[in-house]
């Protein structure tokens, strides 16, 4: 009985002792993008499921909606522990120089680049009967901008006032996922959405909805590239979504995969190596991984995260001081 009771005894232990060490080995990390109908959240939910495999379970990711890169970066500031999310570089520019949606706010100096993920797709997007065919059609109609107070609003507003449209226009304020509902009802003559192409909200309207992208000409996509030098011209295949039969010339905004000083260098390390590593398969799963490599981590101008450095340093990709 002695010997039995001291063998459970000893199990109990090193069962114990088996479980700590798992959970020791274990690192929680919350992945935030967007809403559920944009494509940077099945994006976030694909990083998740591969980063868990890649890591053999010793990397626990959660996925969290967000209302959009403005939030994400709000959050950055006072978000403890391993928190990894999306959003345009020219934004945390703001954040860190205190202006625009983050006038007179502080704490974003911890933000650190990890990786490039698919850019934002500018989409301006209207009933096919309206008889809207050019952007400079859209003054005196009712639309939705964006998200209230996302980066999509302010993007697609500033595009508008570049092309000498906004301030003949009625613009409605008012959160995303409403704008499916009103443009199918006829409430607004249409809506702008921003997130890599195709976006799930947009591909699910149009199966249903006769709806027309507007593509922008080489004067007015040089006009927004020189107001944004970040921005750049982006075609959007033909048969990208139902019923559009002809390319979608627009403007693309570079995103970046971002954390703070909080995660460790070796949680950082892992899941910029698995990303890059796990890529092309990524991109048989979506095509919109195929676009970005490794060196567009430059156009972040965000230094890198010591061990996302180390990972690059590695491949000996040319880091600029800049990024360190």
């Known amino acids: 009985m002695r010997i039995n009771l001291l063998r459970s005894i000893v199990l109990t232990v090193a069962l114990l002792i088996g479980l700590t060490s798992t959970a020791q080995a274990q690192t929680r990390v919350t992945l935030k993008s967007a809403a559920s109908t944009s494509s940077y959240y099945v994006m976030m939910v694909q990083l998740a499921e591969m980063l868990r495999v890649a890591s053999d379970g010793a990397i626990q990711p959660t996925v969290e909606e967000s209302q959009g890169s403005v939030q994400n970066v709000k959050e950055a500031a006072r978000r403890p522990g391993a928190f990894v999310f999306t959003t345009p570089p020219s934004l945390l520019a703001s ?43 859209l003054a005196g109609r009712t639309f939705i901008p964006g998200g209230t107070g996302t980066f999509c609003e302010g993007r697609t507003k500033s595009v508008l006032g570049l092309l000498g449209v906004l301030d003949a226009m009625n613009l409605v304020d008012t959160e995303l996922n409403n704008a499916a509902p009103a443009l199918r009802n006829r409430r607004v003559a249409g809506f702008a959405t921003c997130s890599s192409h195709p976006v799930p909200l947009l591909q699910e309207l149009a199966t249903t909805t006769p709806v027309t992208i507007l593509s922008l000409s080489d004067e007015q996509r040089a006009a927004i ?18 019923g559009q039969t002809e390319p979608v010339d627009t403007v693309a905004v570079p995103v ?42 430059m156009l972040m101008n965000t230094p890198l995260h010591p061990g996302a450095l180390r990972y690059y340093e590695e491949i000996g990709l040319d880091i600029p001081d800049s990024m360190r």
């Open 256 to 297: 970046g995969l971002f954390t703070t000083e909080n995660m460790d260098d070796d949680t950082a390390y892992t899941i910029v190596r698995s990303f890059w590593e796990q890529r092309d398969r990524l991109a048989e799963e979506n095509a919109w991984w195929s676009g970005v490599s490794p060196q567009l981590v």
């Open 95 to 137: 954040a860190r120089a205190g202006t625009g949606q983050f006038e007179g706010e502080t704490g974003y100096d911890g933000i650190r680049s990890l990786a490039v993920v698919p850019f934002i797709t500018i989409h301006l997007v209207v009933g096919a009967n309206t008889g809207i065919n050019d952007v400079s059609d």
């Open 225 to 242: 590239m020189a107001e944004d030098p970040l921005a750049g011209p982006i075609t959007i295949a033909a048969n990208t979504y139902p």
